[in-house]
């Protein structure tokens, strides 16, 4: 799944100061994409539009809450692909329009690159561990089951699943999980 194959506009929601969409913008593959970040924090908001200009990179910064409905103030164009980076995980329990909100933007596509409770193997001593690492940080327990949801009442595909990928915390590695939804959504956005 590449980006530079699905829309004109990548964004990222939770992106914090940018970090991610930053290095994105600079990489030559990817140039004259829109980027457009979403972030929880003001003070974060604001430093995303700072070094956004500092860098010389085109970039649209706004608000973004995963636990609220409507989930941000941004206006991400139809056939946008959208992206999360270690930022639904700080949400213990995802609500039930999260999904809904995200097909609500008409993306052509959503990946998260994601710490997933559901793909912490509770047979194996490190899979535990992982899930009670989870458990006790109060980290997000449910954005699995959300998109398996949404994909049996038809209303998305999940593209790729790749789990425990990567991440620098042997206890809180990120999957990927890519989906597009398959439905116009009447809700969200």
């Not at 929880?40 to 609220?68: I, K």
Request: overall charge negative; proline content about 6%; hydrophobic content about 40%.
């Amino acid at each position: 799944l590449t980006i530079a194959g699905h829309g004109k506009i990548a964004g990222e929601l939770g992106c914090g100061y940018g970090s991610v969409l930053l290095a994105l913008a600079k990489r030559p593959q990817f140039a004259g994409l829109e980027f457009i970040g979403g972030e929880f924090t003001a003070s974060g908001v604001e430093l995303l539009r700072r070094l956004s200009e500092v860098e010389n990179t085109a970039l649209t910064a706004g608000r973004c809450d995963f636990a609220s409905v409507p989930m941000f103030d941004l206006s991400v164009p139809p056939g946008s692909v959208v992206f999360s980076s270690f930022a639904t995980h700080n949400v213990p329990m995802l609500g039930g329009e999260f999904v809904d909100q995200l097909c609500g933007m008409r993306p052509s596509a959503v990946v998260h690159f994601e710490p997933c409770y559901e793909h912490c193997d509770d047979r194996t001593l490190l899979g535990m561990m992982r899930r009670r690492y989870i458990e006790m940080n109060d980290y997000n327990r449910n954005l699995i089951t959300l998109l398996r949801d949404s994909e049996r009442r038809g209303a998305v595909r999940i593209e790729m699943e790749r789990r425990a990928l990567l991440g620098m915390n042997p206890l809180l590695p990120a999957s990927l999980v890519a989906w597009v939804p398959t439905e116009p959504a009447s809700r969200g956005g």
